[in-house]
């Protein structure tokens, strides 16, 4: 089954890459993803395809406790081009968007929410071209050594990847004596290497406790301020005359997301 361009907004004409990935294949070139491919080395190109029915049955299988085990799964089979392990957190979120998009001829999803002003069930289309993404800032410098505020330290901070993610992830579900604070954890994953040594995340982890909070403070500034992804919340208004009030919906990737229900004729 072709995949339509009219179908996405983001979904281009089929581009050959270097590798011998033919039309026959089913795979196509994903663009516009968060990070521009500006971060991977020269030349990386990451193609995609629709998903098949058993890859939707897994994907709408998924729990709190697998969630990430099978989406990783699903990726590894579904893109090629990259290593999964190397892939950009940011890129991850936005690729699912785009495996969901191009699997279905109506690429919308609906879901109801409830309005937070008036209390009212109201219904809502997410479409791709409502996705609120945010991208790789043009001046970015990947690698830029961060100097701290407080204290002569310099660290090097990076995107997480999926490795990353995957470190985070094996780190909270080990039982230990030590309650972890997970934005802590997942910023101590990004933290590269200090003063030019790398260590490993729990290390790092440690480090940051041990920080002047005003230098953790300006730490959080710079990651917040260059924040790249995908933003499943998008802002409507209540659909009822009398209400109209904005609020905010959460797209979540839950079953029905990857595999919707249709009416029966």
Known sequence: MAVEKKRSPIVKDFVEPQEPITKKDNYYLIEGIPTKYRLYPEGTQIYGRPLTV?????????????????????????????????????????????????????????????????????????????????????????????????????LRISFPKVRDENKVSQILKNKTSVEYDEDILSVAAMVKSINGTEYNTKYVYDYLLSLNPEDYAYLETYISDNEIG????????????????????????QSDFFLPKYKSR
């Open 54 to 154: 058993k890859e939707v049955r897994f994907l709408a299988s998924m729990t709190d406790s697998n969630y990430q085990f099978v989406i990783n799964e699903i990726l590894k089979n579904t893109i090629k081009g990259i290593d999964i392990q190397e892939l950009y957190v940011a890129d991850k979120v936005f690729i699912l968007f785009w495996l969901r998009a191009n699997t279905y001829k109506n690429e919308g999803y609906s879901t109801e929410f409830t309005c937070r002003h008036c209390g009212r069930s109201n219904h809502y289309l997410f479409t791709m071209d409502k996705l609120r993404v945010e991208y790789l800032k043009d001046d970015f410098v990947a690698n830029d050594d961060f100097k701290l505020l407080t204290t002569d330290d310099v």
């Open 230 to 253: 995908v933003s499943p919340e998008v802002s409507t208004n209540c659909q009822h005359e009398d209400c109209g009030e904005e609020s905010l919906i959460e797209v979540r990737f």
